[in-house]
């Protein structure tokens, strides 16, 4: 295996590092938690003769879209081997869609975010070719403008050639199981009581999951799950992208505080669901503290 601190690994990490605008304890949680989750990964993959689907879920802001790139580049330069990585943020709906979807069923739907707004036939058919891992043409990824809250155009798209052979999916409720009825009867923040009073918006959010659940969300061969401290983070973390968005692209860009508080609470119902569930679900969980830094993390069938 190549060390990591040798130049073959230095460079794309630092490179990475100075993208993310990440920390250099960075390359300590590589060390620790990452570089082997990466071999483990590889190891998994052996003998297949299909790619291998890891799913990765996590709170918004605790570091899903990093760890991909982390992962796939450790998979490709410790093991040879040629990772893809998608994003359930990429498969929203366009403002259009989503406005249509507000009108037929709540207005909280011109949201983007829960499930209900994304293209599940989109995100499905695409997960469906690689896993199959044999298609001919050079297959085109969908991508979506956060900044301008919208889907790129289909000459933005970025394409992958067979062969895969590893599938890295992230996303923030990937593989969260839908709730009880009973856990919809009372609202869990101000924007649910004032905004969806009789339950629908969220009755139908969960309606939306279920179906997920049945397509894109399928039995993969791995579930990853970052754990945060509480949900208190969510805000804190997902208001540092906002500024690292802001510094990237210019003030205007992104939202204000208010509007971020706003943005969250459509999360927060199945967000603190996946808290409560996914740490059973997950084949590794990854513990990460109060300074975003990786404490631990469990395997399944582990001590």
């Not at 993310?20 to 998994?44: M, N, T």
């Not at 879920?57 to 992962?71: A, M």
């Not at 992958?160 to 709730?179: M, R, S, T, Y």
Request: with cysteine; proline share 7%; glycine share 8%.
């Amino acid at each position: 295996m190549t060390n990591i601190n040798g130049p073959a690994m230095t460079d794309p990490l630092h490179r990475l590092l100075k993208e993310q605008r990440l920390p250099p304890h960075y390359l300590e949680d590589v060390r620790a938690c990452y570089l082997p989750l990466a071999a483990g990964i590889a190891q998994k993959r052996q003998g297949l003769d299909r790619p291998l689907t890891v799913s990765i879920h996590g709170p918004q802001g605790s570091g899903k879209s990093t760890l991909s790139r982390v992962l796939g580049l450790l998979l490709e330069q410790h093991h040879g081997l040629r990772p893809v990585i998608l994003s359930l943020d990429d498969f929203y709906l366009t403002r259009r869609q989503r406005l249509e979807r507000a009108r037929r069923i709540h207005p909280l739907f011109a949201t983007r975010g829960v499930p209900g707004t994304h293209d599940e036939a989109l995100a499905t058919d695409i997960l469906d070719a690689l896993r199959g891992g044999d298609f001919s043409a050079p297959l085109r990824l969908p991508r979506f403008d956060k900044a301008r809250d919208e889907r790129l155009p289909l000459r933005d798209w970025p394409s992958v050639e067979a062969p895969v052979d590893v599938i890295l999916f992230e996303g923030w409720c990937n593989h969260c199981p839908p709730q009880g009825d009973a856990a919809l009867e009372n609202a869990v923040n101000a924007l649910e009581r004032e905004e969806d009073p009789d339950g629908q918006w969220r009755r139908s959010v969960n309606e939306f999951l279920r179906d997920y659940r049945l397509s894109l969300f399928r039995p993969v061969d791995l579930l990853l799950y970052l754990r945060i401290p509480s949900f208190d983070k969510v805000l804190e973390w997902r208001g540092l992208q906002e500024r690292k968005l802001r510094q990237r692209l210019g003030q205007g860009v992104g939202m204000d505080e208010a509007a971020l508080r706003r943005f969250i609470q459509h999360y927060e119902r199945l967000t603190r669901h996946g808290m409560a569930v996914l740490p059973e679900i997950a084949d590794t969980v990854i513990d990460l503290d109060e300074r975003h830094r990786v404490s631990g993390w469990t395997q399944k069938g582990s001590p």
